[in-house]
């Protein structure tokens, strides 16, 4: 039998036809989907997830077994440990897991707290763990308004609404072929990504000496405590 297989899908900012075909053959292709809920009670009344879902069901015809997993967005370790706890449950059920998150797991989603629950618990299922990511709020507001998020020479920061300084990502795009990086300031975890989704695409866990590829990507990732 093979290994068990979990998909992380993001569903993107809320509008079902915002989810990526990714995301989609995900769905259709696990054997049990586990959805959040702010519902104590497990219904899922109060869950917006659960309405995407039902809705991809109805528009792309397909159908599958939900589980409840209780999320009352508490920040609270306990409570990610019981939502790992239910998708490690299923595990033993179901060979294909997926659970769905709202909008890009990269983005203050509960998806990586879960996540370093399952690396410890059952490392053979977080090594066949897919993480798909979604369209974001404000990717999606941008293409409302038809305004950029940036252009030309101009930046994107992401801050969070707090009173008090707090670590960061920093994401270095559009380098020039030839480029040295000594002058790019490492703060966290740097990785360096070339041809992102093309067939020589490769990812360096380290901060490489010289920009050799047009699409290269350096995200220094936040250092997490």
Known sequence: ?????????????GDPELLTLKGLKAL??????????????????RSLTHKI????????EFNKPLIPVYSPMRFNPEDWKAEA???LKAS??????????????????SVYYILDIIEKE??????????????????????????????GDSALEIKPLLEYDVPKTT????????????TIQENGQMLTFENLNFKDEKIHFKKIDEVKKYMTLF??????L
Do not use: H
């Not at 039998?1 to 900012?13: E, H, Q, T, W």
């Not at 033993?92 to 989603?109: E, H, N, P």
């Not at 995200?219 to 997490?224: A, G």
């Open 171 to 182: 994401i270095y795009m559009r380098p020039k072929i030839g480029m040295d990086t000594n």
């Open 1 to 13: 039998m093979d290994a068990n297989r979990l998909f992380m899908v993001s569903l993107g900012s």
């Open 28 to 45: 259709k292709s696990a054997d049990v989907i586990c959805v959040p809920t702010k519902s104590e009670d497990n219904s899922f009344k």
């Open 53 to 60: 879902v039902q809705n991809l069901f109805s528009e792309y």
């Open 92 to 109: 033993k059920s179901y060979q294909k897991i997926a659970f769905v998150t709202l909008g890009d797991s990269a983005i203050y989603s």
């Open 122 to 151: 059952d490392s053979k299922l977080y090594e066949k763990t897919i993480v798909i990511p979604g369209i974001t709020s404000f990717s999606d507001a941008s293409a409302r308004v038809k305004k950029p998020l940036c252009l």
């Open 85 to 87: 706890d239910v998708i």
């Open 219 to 224: 995200v220094d990732f936040f250092k997490r």
